[in-house]
């Protein structure tokens, strides 16, 4: 048990250096895009706050300079958001002067919960899809998942989205077609989100299971006389696992960056919109707070997937860093 | 030829070869004999320079000056200068892409030889290594392992080397085609007074063709004697086991008398 | 069957494609209760088509007619896919570990799992390690696979086929994957547990001096072909067929001569 630990923990410290370094790369970096952004910034910061009345008085304008430090040098202005930011202030959005936190966080909740089920919903059918077609590899059913997966992967998200509007909230009117209130309310979002999800995951998941179902030790276990059935649920499936967790954890990181498009057409209040949002507005402060989120759950979503995976192959790679 | 004198090589902490004593005359054959982990690799490497010394020298007469060698600890060289090596895998040995003849001619990359020269020298080759000269033209994977193998003998033997060293080059090949590539291999060692570093395994090999047997165990050398002691008087208990496991397997067994003459497989196989 | 038939295993006129590639052609071999019966030939041959057809292996190769009669059982080479595995009496030692056993679970997971799949009832844990120890290997405590080395894999391989208390076991190569010392030992003793047990053993290789040495009989197979089965004595001494010829006198290595010439 303590070995593990030991592993685990091990992980998590090459991590969390790296993840320091990417979230520095990365605010920099968003930092300098809105630093080299063209317009006055003063202007817009009052644009935005006291929304479009006309011009912004000078004397205005010469306040909010004040305020956000605009004509001090790139580093200072830098360190201007990086310290507060440092300590727990993530600052105000420009729009609405609330504190970020408390914006981001119901939305990421929405998100939070669109994304988990409509991965869920997308791995059932993929592993199912999966395990179809690869029992009679070549067959009917293989070819349908296949071309199913196929033509998935060519649909876009909108356009789906909106196909399921149409039917079964504006004809059928089984399903609210908008709105973020209730479970129903979750269904077509989910999904259509969960089909991209089985698209992309069929084809991988049957190739992994195709892949572990050639090893070669699995004849010797039916020689001693396994069952299929024991032989798919506890040896093949273990194989195809491995791979297949790394490209979940691709696709969770892509839904959690807010499918952007599945939650502006169903009216969600999640991630995605509200990054349009921030930076239709220029809300930089929103904006500095969602890209590092961004990076943040990447990072930790890489994380959680090589602790799986350390747990799932007991083969340990030799080199861990400082490990002896 | 090939002199070395209290060998030791270390890897971080641990001691990977520890005192090994050897000396190879010219013409001579001598086997390295070891279980998997003894050390040969090893000791092939660091005769290579691929793995530094820690003590003791390596003398060589190699060069074409005839004049003697050393390598000492902290010396950077990049191999022996005139030896040829053959390896286990053939089919990791030679370019899947790349024919045959080709494959061979690249022994001489570091002669300059005009093209007729070179291929004559192909020619000669392939006739030692009983070959015969149609499969110039064909790539590796439409070869068996035994016509593979000789391609690589070949490709060795081009250059004219005074020394050749084999790491294990029969194990991947079946039982009849190890028989015959060895005594093709015998014969172009008497042929052309090569000295041979025979890594290998197999003790029946070794008493067929060997002049000496260096017995490595866990990185030690354990002995080191001429064949026909060692048969008849091993001076190790190591040594006697092996030769026992060998007898019981079935590799040291003689021909009371052989009834007909030894068919050989026909050319190339 | 009204003739009691004192063959343990008998094939008869097996023939296999490969799409539609010959890869066997009128295979017929026998072997007895207790006896050791080696099929010997180069790489190539058929061996291993040969070993996957009796044992309802299928793919790739096919076979297009024959019988096999295993422990009074008539079995219909081409109709019947079926594996044939432990709980019929068949063992199978594959040439190397890769092929034998799940890098993914502990050793003593997979063990659970062949006893039970056996169809032998429980093992006590003095067996498992009277069985473990006569082939030199430990206890498995939580080890995986890669924690031992090749040489015990191996060894563990043989313990798994004998686990099932096999009426035939088939031996793949037995001597290739292992250092000559270990290899030594471990056929010497799977050889005396067989003795013991009155297990029958089928050895695949190509080294003819070895199986020489071990079987009762031996069959010498080239192209597809059985060239030549019968005694190992008798053969030895005159092979008939021209490849059988080739292999018996190949057996040997050279005979050094007195004096190597130096130039």
Not at chain 2, 62 to 79: A, K, M, N, R, T
Not at chain 2, 164 to 178: G, K, R, T, W
Not at chain 3, 196 to 206: P, Q, R, S
């Given at each position: 048990?303590?070995?593990?630990?030991?592993?685990?923990?091990?992980?998590?410290?090459?991590?969390?250096?790296?993840?320091?370094?990417?979230?520095?790369?990365?605010?920099?970096?968003?930092?300098?895009?809105?630093?080299?952004?063209?317009?006055?910034?003063?202007?817009?910061?009052?644009?935005?706050?006291?929304?479009?009345?006309?011009?912004?008085?000078?004397?205005?304008?010469?306040?909010?300079?004040?305020?956000?430090?605009?004509?001090?040098?790139?580093?200072?202005?830098?360190?201007?958001?990086?310290?507060?930011?440092?300590?727990?202030?993530?600052?105000?959005?420009?729009?609405?002067?609330?504190?970020?936190?408390?914006?981001?966080?119901?939305?990421?909740?929405?998100?939070?919960?669109?994304?988990?089920?409509?991965?869920?919903?997308?791995?059932?059918?993929?592993?199912?899809?999966?395990?179809?077609?690869?029992?009679?590899?070549?067959?009917?059913?293989?070819?349908?998942?296949?071309?199913?997966?196929?033509?998935?992967?060519?649909?876009?998200?909108?356009?789906?989205?909106?196909?399921?509007?149409?039917?079964?909230?504006?004809?059928?009117?089984?399903?609210?077609?908008?709105?973020?209130?209730?479970?129903?309310?979750?269904?077509?979002?989910?999904?259509?989100?969960?089909?991209?999800?089985?698209?992309?995951?069929?084809?991988?998941?049957?190739?992994?299971?195709?892949e572990a179902k050639a090893a070669p030790h699995l004849e010797a276990l039916r020689l001693r006389g396994v069952s299929e059935?024991e032989l798919f649920?506890k040896h093949i499936?273990r194989h195809?696992?491995?791979?297949?967790?790394?490209?979940?954890?691709?696709?969770?990181?892509?839904?959690?960056?807010?499918?952007?498009?599945?939650?502006?057409?169903?009216?969600?209040?999640?991630?995605?919109?509200?990054?349009?949002?921030?930076?239709?507005?220029?809300?930089?402060?929103?904006?500095?707070?969602?890209?590092?989120?961004?990076?943040?759950?990447?990072?930790?979503?890489?994380?959680?997937?090589?602790?799986?995976?350390?747990?799932?192959?007991p083969i340990?790679?030799?080199?861990?860093?400082?490990?002896? | 030829?090939?002199?070395?004198?209290?060998?030791?090589?270390?890897?971080?902490?641990?001691?990977?070869?520890?005192?090994?004593?050897?000396?190879?005359?010219?013409?001579?054959?001598?086997?390295?004999?070891?279980?998997s982990?003894?050390?040969?690799?090893?000791?092939?490497?660091?005769?290579?320079?691929?793995?530094?010394?820690?003590?003791?020298?390596?003398?060589?007469?190699?060069?074409?000056?005839?004049?003697?060698?050393?390598?000492?600890?902290?010396?950077?060289?990049?191999?022996?200068?005139?030896?040829?090596?053959?390896?286990q895998n053939?089919t990791?040995?030679?370019?899947?892409?790349?024919?045959?003849?080709?494959?061979?001619?690249?022994?001489?990359?570091?002669?300059?030889?005009?093209?007729?020269?070179?291929?004559?020298?192909?020619?000669?080759?392939?006739?030692?290594?009983?070959?015969?000269?149609?499969?110039?033209?064909?790539?590796?994977?439409?070869?068996?392992l035994?016509?593979?193998?000789?391609?690589?003998?070949?490709?060795?033997?081009?250059?004219?080397?005074?020394?050749?060293?084999?790491?294990?080059?029969?194990s991947a090949l079946d039982a009849?085609?190890?028989?015959?590539?060895?005594?093709?291999?015998?014969?172009?060692?008497?042929?052309?007074?090569?000295?041979?570093?025979?890594?290998?395994h197999?003790?029946?090999?070794?008493?067929?063709?060997?002049?000496?047997?260096?017995?490595?165990?866990?990185?030690?050398?354990?002995?080191?004697?001429?064949?026909?002691?060692?048969?008849?008087?091993?001076?190790?208990?190591?040594?006697?086991?092996?030769?026992?496991?060998?007898?019981?397997l079935?590799?040291?067994?003689?021909?009371?008398?052989?009834?007909?003459?030894?068919?050989?497989?026909?050319?190339?196989? | 069957?009204?003739?009691?038939?004192?063959?343990l295993l008998?094939v008869?006129?097996l023939?296999a494609?490969i799409?539609?590639?010959?890869v066997l052609?009128?295979i017929?071999l026998?072997a007895?209760?207790?006896?050791c019966v080696a099929i010997v030939g180069g790489s190539g041959a058929g061996k291993s088509c040969l070993l996957r057809c009796i044992m309802g292996l299928y793919r790739p190769a096919k076979p297009?007619?024959?019988?096999m009669?295993f422990?009074?059982?008539?079995?219909?080479l081409?109709?019947?896919r079926s594996v044939r595995s432990a709980d019929l009496g068949f063992a199978f030692v594959p040439q190397n570990p890769q092929a034998g056993l799940d890098p993914l679970k502990r050793l003593a997971v997979q063990w659970k799992q062949a006893v039970r799949c056996a169809n032998r009832?429980?093992?006590?844990?003095?067996?498992q390690?009277?069985l473990l120890?006569s082939l030199g290997l430990?206890?498995f405590?939580?080890c995986y696979p890669h924690e031992w080395s090749q040489g015990m894999q191996q060894r563990l391989l043989i313990a798994f086929a004998l686990l099932a208390r096999p009426k035939l076991l088939i031996l793949d190569e037995p001597t290739s994957a292992l250092d000559p010392l270990i290899a030594a030992q471990t056929i010497t003793r799977v050889m005396a547990h067989a003795?013991?047990h009155?297990i029958a053993t089928l050895i695949v290789t190509h080294d003819l001096?070895l199986a020489?040495?071990f079987a009762?009989?031996?069959a010498?197979l080239?192209?597809?072909?059985?060239?030549?089965?019968?005694?190992?004595?008798?053969?030895?001494?005159?092979?008939?067929?021209?490849?059988?010829?080739?292999?018996?006198?190949?057996?040997?290595?050279?005979?050094?001569?007195?004096?190597?010439?130096?130039?």
């Amino acid at each position: 048990m303590t070995q593990s630990f030991r592993r685990i923990s091990l992980i998590l410290l090459n991590r969390l250096a790296s993840l320091l370094a990417v979230m520095f790369g990365v605010s920099f970096l968003t930092f300098l895009l809105y630093y080299f952004s063209p317009g006055d910034k003063a202007l817009a910061i009052g644009q935005a706050r006291y929304g479009g009345e006309g011009d912004i008085q000078p004397e205005i304008a010469a306040m909010i300079r004040e305020e956000f430090g605009l004509d001090k040098p790139l580093f200072s202005q830098f360190l201007h958001w990086l310290g507060p930011f440092l300590q727990g202030d993530f600052g105000k959005s420009f729009v609405s002067q609330e504190e970020v936190w408390v914006i981001f966080v119901p939305n990421v909740l929405e998100t939070l919960s669109l994304a988990l089920t409509a991965l869920i919903i997308g791995l059932c059918l993929a592993f199912v899809l999966a395990t179809l077609s690869v029992w009679k590899p070549g067959s009917l059913i293989d070819r349908f998942a296949v071309a199913f997966a196929s033509i998935g992967a060519a649909m876009p998200s909108f356009w789906l989205g909106l196909l399921l509007i149409l039917f079964f909230s504006a004809t059928l009117k089984w399903l609210p077609a908008y709105g973020s209130e209730g479970l129903e309310h979750l269904i077509l979002p989910a999904t259509t989100l969960g089909l991209w999800v089985t698209t992309s995951q069929t084809r991988l998941f049957r190739s992994f299971l195709l892949e572990a179902k050639a090893a070669p030790h699995l004849e010797a276990l039916r020689l001693r006389g396994v069952s299929e059935s024991e032989l798919f649920w506890k040896h093949i499936l273990r194989h195809a696992m491995i791979p297949a967790v790394t490209m979940i954890g691709v696709d969770l990181a892509g839904l959690l960056e807010g499918a952007v498009i599945v939650e502006v057409i169903f009216s969600r209040n999640g991630i995605g919109a509200l990054f349009v949002h921030s930076v239709l507005s220029r809300d930089y402060p929103l904006i500095m707070f969602l890209v590092l989120f961004s990076a943040f759950s990447y990072v930790l979503i890489n994380t959680l997937v090589e602790i799986v995976q350390d747990w799932l192959v007991p083969i340990k790679r030799v080199n861990r860093g400082a490990v002896s | 030829m090939l002199t070395v004198k209290s060998l030791c090589v270390d890897a971080q902490d641990t001691r990977l070869l520890d005192d090994i004593n050897f000396s190879l005359g010219a013409g001579e054959c001598l086997c390295i004999i070891g279980e998997s982990g003894s050390g040969k690799t090893t000791l092939l490497k660091s005769l290579q320079g691929m793995m530094p010394m820690a003590e003791g020298s390596i003398h060589h007469g190699l060069s074409d000056d005839g004049v003697e060698h050393i390598y000492q600890p902290g010396q950077h060289y990049l191999g022996l200068p005139g030896v040829s090596w053959v390896m286990q895998n053939p089919t990791a040995a030679l370019n899947p892409h790349q024919r045959v003849g080709d494959a061979i001619l690249e022994g001489l990359y570091s002669a300059r030889l005009s093209k007729s020269e070179q291929q004559t020298r192909l020619r000669s080759a392939l006739q030692e290594v009983e070959l015969s000269e149609e499969l110039i033209m064909r790539k590796p994977p439409q070869l068996s392992l035994g016509q593979a193998q000789r391609v690589c003998l070949a490709r060795a033997l081009i250059s004219r080397p005074k020394m050749i060293i084999f790491d294990e080059p029969l194990s991947a090949l079946d039982a009849v085609v190890q028989k015959q590539i060895a005594r093709v291999i015998d014969e172009i060692r008497k042929a052309h007074g090569l000295s041979y570093l025979f890594v290998t395994h197999d003790l029946g090999f070794a008493r067929a063709y060997a002049d000496q047997i260096l017995l490595l165990r866990n990185g030690k050398m354990e002995t080191c004697q001429r064949t026909d002691d060692f048969f008849g008087n091993p001076a190790s208990i190591y040594g006697a086991e092996l030769i026992d496991a060998a007898t019981i397997l079935g590799a040291l067994e003689q021909p009371a008398e052989l009834s007909e003459e030894i068919p050989r497989l026909e050319a190339g196989q | 069957m009204s003739k009691t038939n004192s063959s343990l295993l008998s094939v008869r006129d097996l023939s296999a494609n490969i799409g539609r590639q010959i890869v066997l052609s009128d295979i017929s071999l026998d072997a007895q209760h207790g006896e050791c019966v080696a099929i010997v030939g180069g790489s190539g041959a058929g061996k291993s088509c040969l070993l996957r057809c009796i044992m309802g292996l299928y793919r790739p190769a096919k076979p297009t007619s024959g019988q096999m009669i295993f422990a009074d059982q008539m079995i219909e080479l081409v109709k019947d896919r079926s594996v044939r595995s432990a709980d019929l009496g068949f063992a199978f030692v594959p040439q190397n570990p890769q092929a034998g056993l799940d890098p993914l679970k502990r050793l003593a997971v997979q063990w659970k799992q062949a006893v039970r799949c056996a169809n032998r009832g429980e093992m006590s844990k003095e067996e498992q390690s009277e069985l473990l120890g006569s082939l030199g290997l430990p206890d498995f405590g939580s080890c995986y696979p890669h924690e031992w080395s090749q040489g015990m894999q191996q060894r563990l391989l043989i313990a798994f086929a004998l686990l099932a208390r096999p009426k035939l076991l088939i031996l793949d190569e037995p001597t290739s994957a292992l250092d000559p010392l270990i290899a030594a030992q471990t056929i010497t003793r799977v050889m005396a547990h067989a003795k013991e047990h009155d297990i029958a053993t089928l050895i695949v290789t190509h080294d003819l001096a070895l199986a020489a040495r071990f079987a009762n009989r031996l069959a010498i197979l080239s192209a597809g072909k059985i060239e030549e089965f019968g005694s190992t004595a008798k053969l030895m001494e005159a092979p008939g067929s021209d490849y059988g010829k080739l292999l018996v006198s190949n057996r040997y290595w050279a005979h050094q001569s007195q004096s190597p010439e130096r130039v």
